[in-house]
């Protein structure tokens, strides 16, 4: 068999073991996946080591997650929510990144060093948040447009951070380009609505008997879209939001929808193992008191600032609560920075270690929290096992 053959048998063979095990354990299936690429990955017993290629194929995995959120995402809605999340994104962001930097100035590291560290505390996880929230909760719901309002303000911020630390790897700032970039947003915006009205929409209904090809335009429109928005310097994460949002409308994003969400699946499994295996243990001993320190603190401190910052804009108690445990934890955007910052040679491996065992700390810890606690379409308990 051939070398990406022989790593999905493994993958995905391994996964059905470890799946097993964890549903007879009553343990989150999460939690299984990341286990897994820490055993067999090439920090573990060398089994799958081509990581690069599984992480880039598992990225797509977050496209689909994203385009199928945009979907179910009416666009008055989301302006509205995201009018109303603006102040709460921004002084959670940056009470996380005054914090996160505090934590790691006190641990002895370089200043730069610090600040990288911060910056990555401040978001929270769009791929744990979304996929332990039940689905009718997260299509029909308050507290489902909530959640994806202030995670998209958070996809924003991160941008920002990324592009800066682009700008920092090559040893400038360039004002003219960062300013392009973010006007390219609305640009982006109007062309995907346009393409939808005057392209997309016509050839869907003249050819809607060739559910085949409704597939294919669908898979077209949201890849293409998130090329255009890495293109233009924003993210590919974000052209496949506005893909689905653009989408939304039509009365066949529905069958859209229920048709993706199997090859969905397929791609965030191989995030998960990707995640694990990624890591190297070795480097543990050396980061872990501060890996500890940094998620026990960030574990604590997110879901009570969400808390009282969505109660003072007039949130009912139990749902701001809700939000706040469902976004306690670090997020993929973390160890985004992580990776990009140490390979400019930025931060250290030690700082980057750090951020990467803080958020795989945070995604188990916090994965237990919500399953145990809050109705999920993967709970343990039947009690709460809502879809």
């Not at 109303?84 to 990144?97: D, G, I, N, R, Y």
């Not at 791929?127 to 299509?139: A, F, N, Q, R, Y």
């Not at 998960?272 to 604590?300: H, K, N, P, Q, Y």
């Not at 969505?310 to 993929?332: C, I, K, M, P």
Request: hydrophobic share 60%; glycine share 6%; with cysteine.
């Amino acid at each position: 068999m051939s070398g990406i053959t022989t790593s999905f048998f493994l993958i995905f063979a391994g996964a059905a073991v470890v799946a097993s095990l964890a549903l007879y354990t009553r343990q989150p299936l999460i939690i299984a996946y990341i286990v897994l690429g820490a055993l067999i990955g090439p920090y573990g017993m060398e089994w799958v080591t081509d990581l690069k290629l599984l992480a880039d194929i598992a990225d797509v995995g977050i496209l689909f997650l994203l385009f199928l959120l945009g979907l179910d995402m009416q666009p008055r809605a989301l302006i509205d929510t995201i009018q109303k999340s603006t102040v709460v994104a921004l002084l959670s962001s940056l009470l996380f990144a005054a914090t996160g930097f505090s934590i790691a100035y006190a641990f002895g590291f370089t200043f730069m060093e610090c600040l990288v560290i911060g910056a990555a505390m401040m978001f929270s996880s769009t791929i744990i948040g979304i996929k332990l929230l039940p689905t009718t909760v997260l299509h029909h719901k308050h507290t489902g447009e909530l959640m994806i309002g202030l995670l998209l303000l958070q996809d924003l911020i991160a941008i920002f951070v990324l592009l800066l630390l682009m700008a920092l790897s090559l040893g400038e700032f360039n004002v003219a380009d960062f300013s392009l970039t973010l006007l390219s947003l609305p640009l982006l915006i109007a062309f995907a609505f346009g393409a939808v009205r005057w392209v997309v929409l016509p050839l869907l209904r003249r050819f809607d008997r060739f559910h085949e090809y409704i597939f294919l335009v669908a898979l077209g429109w949201c890849l293409g879209l998130a090329e255009a928005g890495h293109a233009l310097g924003l993210s590919a994460e974000i052209g496949a939001f506005l893909a689905g949002i653009s989408l939304a409308t039509s009365p066949i994003s529905q069958y859209i929808a229920v048709n993706l969400k199997p090859l969905r699946d397929f791609f965030l499994i191989l995030f998960f193992f990707s995640l694990g295996a990624r890591f190297d243990l070795s480097l543990i001993r050396e980061v872990l008191a501060a890996a500890l320190v940094l998620a026990t603190v960030m574990l604590c401190m997110k879901p009570v600032t969400f808390r009282y910052l969505l109660h003072g804009l007039s949130e009912r108690n139990t749902l701001a609560w809700d939000l706040g445990f469902r976004l306690g934890q670090v997020s993929e955007f973390s160890l985004l920075i992580a990776y990009m910052a140490a390979g400019a040679s930025i931060i250290g491996r030690e700082a980057s270690h750090l951020i990467q065992a803080t958020t795989i700390i945070t995604f188990v810890v916090s994965s237990y929290i919500v399953i145990l606690n809050y109705p999920t379409p993967i709970a343990i308990s039947d009690k709460l096992r809502r879809d």
